[in-house]
C-alpha cells in the first residue's frame, strides 16, 4: 500500500486532473470535497472523456467520478486483490473511519505476489540444496 494518495477537489476540471497525474506520474486521483473523499478517477476516464467530446478545461472531475470501492487497513492482501477483481478495478483505497489512509494497486499486488513466489523459491532450494554447495 501506499500512503501517499493524491487527491483532486471534486470542482477541479478534467484538465486540471490530467495535469496533476502527469505531474505525479500516477494512474488516478481520488475525488475528494474537502476532506471527504467522494470517488476515483482514472487516467482512463479523463482519455474517455474526451473521446466523448467532453471539454476538459470545463468539465469538473465530480461529474466523472467513479463509486469509490474501499478496504480497511487490517484486510489482506488477497482479500484486496479479491475485491478488486469483483469490481473490475485496479486501484484500491484503503480507509478507516471516514479518512484515507492509502491506495493498494494492480502493481503493489503484482510485487508482492513475485516476492512472495520468489522468497518461497529460495526456501525451497535452501532446503534441498547440498551443505556444501557454493553459487
Do not use: N
Request: contains cysteine.
Amino acid at each position: 500500500m501506499s500512503r501517499t494518495v493524491r487527491t483532486v477537489e471534486s470542482a477541479s476540471s478534467l484538465l486540471g486532473a490530467a495535469k496533476l497525474m502527469a505531474r505525479w506520474k500516477i494512474g488516478c486521483l481520488v475525488i475528494v470535497k474537502g476532506q471527504r473523499p467522494l470517488g476515483i478517477i482514472t487516467e482512463g476516464d479523463v482519455s474517455k472523456a474526451v473521446a466523448r467530446g467532453l471539454d476538459p478545461s470545463k468539465t469538473p472531475v465530480g461529474f466523472l467520478r467513479r463509486k469509490l470501492v474501499t478496504i480497511g487497513p487490517d484486510e489482506r492482501l488477497e482479500e484486496a486483490a479479491k475485491v478488486m477483481a469483483s469490481h473490475g478495478i485496479k486501484k484500491l483505497p484503503v480507509m478507516e473511519g471516514g479518512k484515507l489512509l492509502g491506495i493498494v494497486t494492480q502493481t503493489d499486488i503484482v510485487g508482492s505476489s513475485f516476492d512472495l513466489v520468489t522468497s518461497l523459491k529460495e526456501m525451497v532450494l535452501a532446503r534441498y540444496r547440498p551443505p556444501d554447495f557454493q553459487p
